[in-house]
């Protein structure tokens, strides 16, 4: 139960890192993301490994494992169902090449001072003087069977607590999302960025940052279009002044769908080549598609649950 309880820790720790650094380097520099999260987690990884090693007796393997595959692939699912957007034109690859470079020559070093590490404590174990042979401990039968019983039963846990957490923004999505006819197309328009302004938000941290400053600072390009229509766009750049600047410089055009809603007289504006139908189609199938993978996991989770306890009974 301790070994589980460990490993559950770590894989939450790498996905609070992975979340907070993300969050972190957007308001900053996208590049802090690939520096700052394989050094933590490395240093997580040997701080940790050491200690449960000593007195849990848990494998460091079977922790990295769970911390690389069970935390990363959650990190990555959280991400994109809290931004989908990194999706459109391959977003998404500014973010996991940089970041898998710069694991691989992290875990290159950890992997290489372990072993360095290993073979010094071997040449001083042979050179005690004693003179007798030494012995090892033969291994358990069936031992690997216990290890990917604790792995699926981890990993188990962890895509229950997401599935639960993905079942209730689906739901919430597909109740809340509103229908097509709820929208007056307006047509594409082409807006123009005119002015970058700083503006006061919520600090999204914790901690002794967030009681020291409660609000943060952020610039937020402002588009607005020349045809006298009035419609405005609003980007936020984060707090990088430098690169509102050089967007507001550049004057690059972009153009957008504006879509009026009925009750309530507000517009929102999407992609030029989306359209009412497409817009809320494009929701519906999204929250569709976590609804049902949460769903079937949970089904599959009950399922193997039974057969379980129908095992254990017979036997």
């Not at 090693?53 to 169902?81: D, E, K």
């Not at 609000?215 to 020349?226: A, E, F, G, N, P």
């Not at 504006?258 to 929250?287: F, M, N, P």
Request: hydrophobic letters at 45%.
């Amino acid at each position: 139960m301790k070994r589980a309880a460990a490993l559950i820790l770590s894989a939450l720790f790498y996905i609070g890192a992975f979340m907070l650094t993300f969050l972190y380097s957007t308001e900053h520099n996208i590049l802090y993301f690939s520096y700052l999260l394989p050094p933590l987690v490395a240093v997580y990884f040997v701080i940790a490994g050491n200690i449960f090693a000593r007195r849990l007796g848990l494998n460091r393997c079977l922790l990295w494992l769970i911390m690389n595959v069970g935390g990363g692939m959650c990190s990555w699912i959280l991400l994109l169902v809290c931004f989908p957007m990194l999706l459109f034109n391959g977003f998404i690859l500014f973010f996991i090449l940089p970041v898998t470079a710069v694991f691989a020559v992290v875990w290159a070093v950890v992997g290489i001072g372990f072993l360095c590490v290993r073979l010094w404590k071997r040449r001083a174990g042979s050179a005690d003087g004693t003179g007798q042979p030494s012995f090892t401990r033969p291994k358990r039968t069936g031992a690997w069977k216990e290890k990917l019983t604790g792995i699926v039963r981890v990993v188990g846990v962890m895509g229950l607590v997401l599935s639960m957490a993905f079942l209730y923004v689906g739901v919430k999505g597909i109740v809340t999302v509103r229908p097509a006819s709820s929208y007056e197309d307006m047509g594409v328009h082409t807006f123009y960025p005119y002015q970058a302004l700083p503006t006061s938000v919520e600090n999204t941290s914790t901690g002794r940052d967030k009681r020291l400053n409660p609000t943060k600072t952020v610039y937020v390009i402002d588009y607005k279009t020349l045809d006298g229509s009035g419609y405005q766009w609003h980007v936020n750049t984060g707090n990088s002044k430098s690169e509102a600047n050089r967007i507001l410089a550049a004057g690059e055009s972009v153009e957008r769908r504006v879509l009026s809603i009925k009750e309530t007289g507000k517009y929102i504006t999407v992609e030029a080549e989306l359209t009412a139908d497409t817009y809320v189609e494009g929701q519906k199938q999204r929250y569709f598609w976590m609804v049902g993978l949460s769903g079937g996991y949970l089904v599959l989770c009950l399922a193997g649950w039974v057969v379980v306890k129908q095992s254990q009974k017979k036997g």
